[in-house]
């Protein structure tokens, strides 16, 4: 009968201390949701998608202007890596 005592005393243990410790990954979790670490970067990665995006309908238009031609001009430079042929 002690045995089982025991084993419900550690069981029992074993629970609080699962319990505290997922209560605190849980709080630093919600910390590291509100750090504006990192923030700067998605920033500037949103706009570089905005601008691909202008990019893109301006050649996809084939708007015939000196922007649509200088877009597609560059364009074509990065895809090549930047060698001029």
Known sequence: MQTITRTEELSRELGIRTWV???GVGRALA???REQRGQTA????GILF???LIIGALITAKVPSKIGDAAGT???SISKGGKKE
């Open 31 to 33: 910390e590291r949701a």
């Open 42 to 45: 998605a920033e500037y990665m």
């Open 50 to 52: 905005i601008v691909a």
């Open 21 to 23: 410790a997922l209560t």
């Open 74 to 76: 560059l364009v074509d």
